[in-house]
């Protein structure tokens, strides 16, 4: 961060203390940052007596930013000092400030929004938005291709070097190439952000329960894929997955099963009454489902087939079932569950304590 950006910073940090504090006089000077540029103390003169903040600014929020900084900042502060950490930010989302109520870590951002708990001292300012838009130039680590390095790292059992990521993910299937200097450069925004780091020459994953919690959050708000829902007669939803995928195969139609139908067929939890089909190319299907006697329907369905929003890295990892039925990988699982408006976030959360867990808890640091 340069001077001048340093500056901004300490002004930002200024006007936000004196919206919290409109009445007291303030002097804000900076300190020897303690590992996070630049750091900065306020003494706030009450009418009570002093109180002092040892703020440490926080270019990034990403959970896993926030997470090292909550540790710095508890390990920081010598025994015995009267000064408060804060970690200052300059915007923090709902779920942010919740992760740092839940740490016990005092927070002010720019955007109006704060928490402090002191003796004779607690305040609790929520709800103001980000008044700024995105910052431009960060490449988005939960694109449709950016998400593929996502995958291999998460599902990795050992730290991973670049061109071995961008050799895995391309040899698994042929119609998906990532090159090296594309995958070294999602890892450089990874690694910005606090999710990895390196060690000889290997990309250590980091916090990896807060990468999918932020993959999680930013899957929520992208744009849902247009569905086509058939009526296929049946007794159950369930029994015709087996009859859906032998006419896909038959018909040579690329698929993977999702939602509730996906997980019954690796790990059931909940009952379901629609089967969740992505599909390459819904042209495609035609054949197929003029074999399965299906008829296009506007409500009522027991199928529905949809081009995925990640057209390509939705069907990386495929896993087969016991059936011989093709499924989403767990990760997409997870991601389409999530917010499944029936039972969904309770078969997401079977799905990762059963399956998931494991690979998303490890910590790779040494």
């Not at 001048?4 to 006089?25: C, K, M, Q, T, V």
Request: glycine fraction near 6%.
């Amino acid at each position: 961060m340069g001077a001048a950006s340093a500056d901004d910073e300490y002004r930002n940090l200024e006007r936000a203390l004196r919206d919290i504090f409109p009445d007291a006089a303030l002097e804000v000077s900076p300190s020897q940052s303690r590992g996070h540029a630049p750091a900065a103390h306020v003494v706030v003169h009450l009418a009570s007596g002093d109180m002092r903040l040892q703020v440490e600014l926080q270019r990034g929020a990403s959970r896993a930013q926030l997470i090292d900084a909550v540790e710095l900042a508890h390990s920081a502060h010598p025994q015995g000092d009267s000064s408060i950490p804060v970690i200052a930010s300059q915007y923090l989302s709902p779920a942010s400030q919740q992760l740092l109520r839940d740490s016990n870590a005092a927070f002010i951002d720019y955007a109006g929004n704060a928490w402090l708990v002191a003796p004779g001292i607690h305040i609790d300012r929520r709800g103001f938005a980000n008044p700024a838009k995105e910052e431009r130039g960060r490449r988005d680590l939960f694109s449709d291709k950016a998400s593929l390095v996502l995958r291999a790292l998460l599902v990795a059992r050992s730290p991973m070097g670049v061109r071995e990521i961008a050799s895995t993910v391309s040899s698994t299937d042929e119609r998906i190439r990532l090159t090296p200097g594309y995958v070294s450069k999602v890892i450089g925004e990874l690694e910005r952000r606090g999710y990895v780091s390196r060690r000889d020459e290997k990309v250590v994953l980091r916090h990896a329960e807060e990468l999918l919690r932020d993959w999680t959050s930013a899957y929520r708000g992208r744009r849902p894929p247009a569905t086509h829902s058939y009526f296929i007669l049946a007794p159950s939803a369930e029994e015709l997955l087996p009859r859906i995928g032998d006419a896909f195969d038959a018909a040579g139609t690329d698929y993977a099963f999702t939602g509730h139908a996906g997980a019954a067929l690796v790990d059931r939890f909940a009952a379901f009454d629609v089967a969740d089909v992505y599909v390459k190319d819904l042209d495609d299907v035609a054949p197929a489902l003029a074999d399965l006697s299906a008829r296009r329907v506007e409500r009522g369905g027991n199928v529905n087939m949809s081009v995925p929003y990640y057209r390509e890295s939705a069907f990386y990892d495929r896993q087969m079932s016991k059936g011989g039925m093709k499924v989403v990988s767990d990760l997409q699982l997870y991601l389409d569950l999530y917010d499944y408006p029936v039972r969904g976030r309770e078969q997401a959360e079977h799905l990762y304590e059963r399956r998931l867990r494991s690979l998303v808890e490890r910590d790779d640091r040494p």
